[in-house]
Structures are given as C-alpha cells and as structure tokens.
C-alpha cells in the first residue's frame, strides 16, 4: 500500500508543478510514469482508475479553467481495455487514446474547456515556441506521452533485472533535448496560439496526428469490444 500511495502522491506533484509553474512544464513528460507503474501492477481495479482521476484532477485543478473529462474518459477506457488488448495493442491505446481526446474538440462539439492540453503550459514559455512550431501541440503531446511511457519501462525492467537499460534513457534524453536544441538554435521568436485560444487553427501535422489518433482510438476500442463479445476460446491472441 505505501509504494501505491507513492503513486498517487507523485502522479500529483507531476501535475501540479508542471501545470502551476511554466519553467516547471518539463515535468509534464514524465507526470504519467507513476499511473502507468500502478496500471503495470497487481492491484484492484479501483486503483488504477483512481490514480488517473486524481492526477488529472490535481492538473485540472492547476490549469483552470480547463477540466480532464476527455482524457478521464480515456484513461479509464485505456484501463477497462488493457487486458483486452494485450501489452503491444495497449501501448498505441494509451497514446492515441489520450491524443485522440485532445483532438476531440477540434472535430467534434465537445468543449474545449473539457480538455487537457498536455503541451499546454509550454506555450507560456517563449523558448519552447520553435519546438511547438514545427511538431504542433498534439506532435508535442505524443512526444511528451511516448517520454512517460519509454521512463515506465525503464522502471519495469530495473525492478525486475536490477539494471538499466542505456538505450531507452539515451532516447529519454535525446527527446528531451530536442525541444531544448530548437529553443536555442532558433533565430528569432515564432508567434504560436495555444489550442485554448480562440484563434488557434490546427497546423498539418496536427491534422494528420489528430486524424490518425481518433482512427486508431476506434479501431482499438472496437477490437476489445469484440474480443469482450467473443467466446474465449474464439478469441484471436496473436500479437498479445
């Protein structure tokens, strides 16, 4: 119970300091590791949902006026879903399950109130203007998502072989410092608007990634559904 209270507590701290606090935002690239850790883990199913709501509530209670709902509900349809899926299949759930509630507004009347940005407060920050210019704010996210869940299995395999592994923390790093290498190579400040702004219009690459998200979100969801449906022994297991 102390290591999930661990969880619970730096899931939290993740979200609300890097939401709170703009020079902080880097935070935002590892606040999913300790969900996922729970997730990963053998505790009942209240916790895993539990630990997404409470760390989006600490980020929406950090973001006002913003809310979680969409990337609640997609946490808790990623969490209901895991076991159906089988490890490879719930990989691409999470990510595009979250991308795809970030991209909900933009295609649909959901309010964007509704939804958490992750690459929100980066946008406070003039230095990360360049970064957010050329990968747009859901290229930033799945950037940031792919950061938390490579740092999960970091932590899974130094828990289970007492080592680490190099490549992964080598690619954590060089993803880390991409946004940085922009910032600093830049010439000049690009002007970019927040996806909370009035006058934001999405950019190609977020049209592409938003389009791909909400594809891949329904086709896996649709998969567990019929794996749900199926009599087990009907059940198709490759690739799980």
Do not use: C
């Not at 290591?3 to 890097?18: A, D, P, R, W």
């Amino acid at each position: 119970m102390r290591k999930q209270l661990l969880y619970f507590g730096l899931s939290g701290l993740f979200f609300i300091f890097g939401y709170r606090y703009p020079e902080l935002a880097a935070l935002l690239a590892f606040a999913w590791v300790p969900a996922l850790l729970l997730v990963n883990g053998d505790v009942p199913l209240w916790q895993k949902l539990s630990i997404g709501a409470w760390a989006l509530l600490s980020a929406s209670l950090s973001s006002a006026p913003q809310w979680a709902l969409a990337t609640l509900i997609a946490w808790i349809l990623f969490v209901l879903g895991k076991s159906l899926w089988g490890r490879q299949r719930a990989l691409l759930a999470f990510i595009f399950l979250i991308l795809s509630a970030e991209a909900l507004p933009f295609y649909t009347a959901w309010p964007k109130n509704l939804t958490l940005f992750l690459a929100e407060d980066f946008y406070q920050n003039p230095f990360w203007h360049p970064w957010l210019a050329q990968v747009g704010f859901l290229g930033a996210s799945f950037q940031l998502l792919f950061i938390s869940l490579l740092s999960n299995f970091v932590i899974l395999k130094f828990q289970s072989q007492k080592k680490w592994s190099w490549l992964l923390l080598s690619t954590i790093a060089i993803l880390l410092l991409i946004p940085v290498f922009l910032g600093l190579s830049a010439d000049g400040t690009p002007i970019v608007l927040s996806p909370t702004d009035e006058n934001f219009e999405l950019l190609a690459i977020d049209r592409f990634i938003a389009r791909l998200s909400l594809f891949l979100a329904f086709f896996l969801l649709l998969f567990a559904l019929v794996r749900k449906l199926l009599p087990k022994e009907n059940a198709d297991d490759r690739f799980t």
